[in-house]
């Protein structure tokens, strides 16, 4: 099973600061199949940036994915106020051929 | 635009059945995977399983085996996930969400349906 931790667990941050949130994986994993998930809370999961780097469709350009192999990157450039929420990463790959990671939380400092 | 409806939040007692709907509208239905996730009150995101919406052939996760069956009403363009034997560690929101082959990542996602069991 590939596992994937993220750092930090809580990142406490203002309006208009920069969020580096980090996603490292137990095994390399494919660039392609690496993906970010913004979560709010009552609300579903909703896909921010996949194939490592690809922003999804209808995703502010303040949002941006890195990263290859075992280590991997989620800068939001310019916090707003609606940024603040959960982060999840999550893979494709091995048994199980779907993981998450156990999540980023960015809140208000 | 492609949207993923679930049903709404379900009170159970322990042992009993549920089955939660997940009805699809704006694309082909048998174009995409679906898959179900699970998130516990205040946990991350776990992954269950799929299910080819070509075949109807489910995939289930380790630990989503034997008491959770995935399954496919075409002419609704619908999918479900029933689980038996309900015990108190089922109390979770489930959520349905279309694979994105190539990338291999889910968008869009269901709103959510709260399962709560309880006695």
């Known amino acids: 099973e590939i596992v994937l931790t993220q750092s930090p667990g809580t990142l406490s941050l203002s309006p208009g600061e920069r969020a580096t949130l980090s996603c490292r994986a137990s095994q390399s994993v494919s660039s392609s199949y690496l993906a970010w998930y913004q979560q709010k809370p009552g609300q579903a999961p909703r896909l921010l940036v996949y194939g490592a780097s690809s922003r999804a469709s209808g995703i502010p350009d303040r949002f941006s994915g890195s990263g290859s192999g075992t280590d991997f990157t989620l800068t939001i450039s310019r916090l707003e106020p609606e940024d603040f929420a959960v982060y999840y990463c999550?893979?494709?790959?091995?048994?199980?051929?779907?993981?998450f990671g156990p999540g980023t939380k960015v809140d208000i400092k | 635009q492609v949207q993923l409806v679930q049903s709404g939040s379900e009170l159970k007692k322990p042992g009993a059945s549920v089955k939660v709907s997940c009805k699809t509208s704006g694309y082909v239905f048998n174009s995409y995977a679906l898959n179900w996730m699970r998130q516990a009150p205040g946990q991350g995101l776990e992954w269950m399983g799929w299910i080819n919406t070509n075949t109807g052939n489910p995939t289930y996760a380790q630990g989503f085996t034997g008491r959770f069956v995935f399954s496919l009403d075409t002419s609704v363009s619908t999918a479900y996930l029933q689980i038996s034997g309900l015990k108190a560690e089922d109390t979770a929101v489930y959520y349905c969400?279309?694979?994105?082959?190539?990338?291999?990542?889910?968008?869009?996602w269901g709103q959510g349906t709260l399962v709560t069991v309880s006695s």
């Open positions: 969400a279309r694979e994105r082959g190539r990338t291999a990542c889910f968008d869009p």
């Open positions: 999550q893979q494709y790959g091995g048994s199980p051929p779907f993981t």
